[in-house]
Structure formats: structure tokens, C-alpha cells
């Protein structure tokens, strides 16, 4: 989708479209809470998912981490119209678990996660479920989001809290649009009352 409001997010710019304040966060938005830290870890295979985390990021005030495929995606391997590409594969094998390059070494430190992808084929792709059981995430906060064609997020929510520890906080998820915009994003972010 090529569609951008050069009113309200000139480009896909992060920074330019937000004034902000003297410690960074967009202005108006508020601060979090004492000691919580929020975490924004994303898969983009196309790049449409990037930017609505970054945008989840700057108004959540979280760190960013993108889950990087060890073995990156090809067009080939995305074209759903092949039955036999690698990405349709891997979602029709539910025990599939392509690697990640790269780690968050301090998971711990973190109280909230929000996790981001594109839809495939109905839900998270199968690289979600490598993430969410490589880290212990008992005790925390988790809210899935996604982009996609259309499809909704929540067979990728109760997908993944299946695979995670039962003590998981799970607030509702969300998916975007494509251009989506930073005041939804922003909107959607304090609704979820991270911050006081
Ligand atoms: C293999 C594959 C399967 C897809 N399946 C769906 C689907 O079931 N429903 C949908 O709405 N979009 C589907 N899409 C479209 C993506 O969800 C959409 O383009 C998304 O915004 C891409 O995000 P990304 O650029 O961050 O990877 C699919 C895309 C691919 C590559």
C-alpha cells in the first residue's frame, strides 16, 4: 500500500511527524509508569510492519527489538500463490520454527511485550512461535498486534497463548492497516493504560 497522509505521517518518517519533548517521547504522551519497561519485538517480512512497532515503540517509550530471520526471506519464498513456498510451508506445519538471528539478552528486565507481525495465511507466522518459546515470559504483560490484507489478529492471539506460560497478562491485541497512522497507534497504545 502506497497510501500516506503527508498531513499527519509525512512518509513512513519516524521522528519528523511528532514534536517532541526534551527526553524524546512524542509530546503529549505520557510517561510510563515507575519501572515499567516495555518491550516492541516485530517480524516484517515486507517492511509494512515496521514502521506501525516503531510507531508502538515511540509512544509506548519501549525498546525495539526486530526478530530477524537467521535464513531472510526471499520474494520466492513469500509467493502464496506457490503451494509450495517456503512461508506456505512453514505455516501449514504447525511444529515449524525458523530460526532467529540474534538475541535479547536482558528479557528479564522487561514487564510488558508487545508482539508485531504480518498475517500469513490467517495467523502469526510460525517464526512468532519461535520467538515467544525461546523466552520465558511468565509474569509479563503480552499484547499481540499485526498488519495484514484484512485478516484479524485473533487466531494469532489465542495461537500464541497457547504456547505461552499460563501466568501471561494477555491485553487485547490489535491489527493495523498498512497506513496506519501515529495518532491511531498513539490512541491505541495509552488505551491500553501502560502509562498513568
Ligand atoms: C505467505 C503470506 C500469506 C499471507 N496471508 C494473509 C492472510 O491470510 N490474510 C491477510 O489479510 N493477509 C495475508 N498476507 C498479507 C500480509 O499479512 C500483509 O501484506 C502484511 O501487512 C505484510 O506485513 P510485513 O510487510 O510486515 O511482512 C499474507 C502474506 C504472505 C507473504
Excluded at 513456498?85 to 515449524?96: G, I, K, L, P, S
Excluded at 519461535?130 to 509474569?139: A, M, N
Amino acid at each position: 500500500c502506497t497510501a500516506e497522509n503527508t498531513e499527519k505521517t509525512p512518509g513512513r518518517e519516524l521522528k519528523s511527524p511528532v514534536a517532541v519533548t526534551p527526553d524524546n517521547r512524542p509530546a503529549g504522551s505520557p510517561a510510563p509508569k515507575a519501572g515499567v519497561r516495555v518491550l516492541v519485538a516485530y517480524f516484517s517480512a515486507t517492511g509494512t510492519t515496521k514502521p506501525i512497532a516503531e510507531y508502538i515503540a515511540e509512544a509506548a517509550d519501549a525498546d525495539l527489538f526486530e526478530i530477524v530471520p537467521a535464513e531472510p526471506y526471499s520474494a520466492d519464498d513469500l509467493n502464496y500463490n506457490d503451494n509450495g513456498c517456503r512461508a506456505n510451508r512453514e505455516q501449514q506445519n504447525n511444529d515449524a520454527r525458523p530460526a532467529i538471528s540474534g538475541s535479547i539478552e536482558n528479557m528479564g528486565d522487561y514487564d510488558v511485550i508487545f508482539i508485531g507481525h504480518p498475517i500469513w495465511w490467517g495467523e502469526e507466522p510460525r517464526i512468532i512461535d519461535t520467538f515467544v518459546e525461546t523466552y520465558d515470559l511468565s509474569g509479563k504483560t503480552v499484547i499481540d498486534f499485526c498488519t495484514s490484507g484484512g485478516s484479524g489478529i485473533s487466531q494469532s492471539e489465542s495461537n500464541l497463548k497457547a504456547l505461552c506460560p499460563g501466568d501471561v497478562t494477555w491485553l487485547t491485541g490489535k491489527r493495523f492497516a498498512a497506513n496506519a497512522d501515529y495518532e491511531e497507534i498513539q490512541e491505541w497504545t495509552e488505551s491500553l493504560s501502560l502509562t498513568e
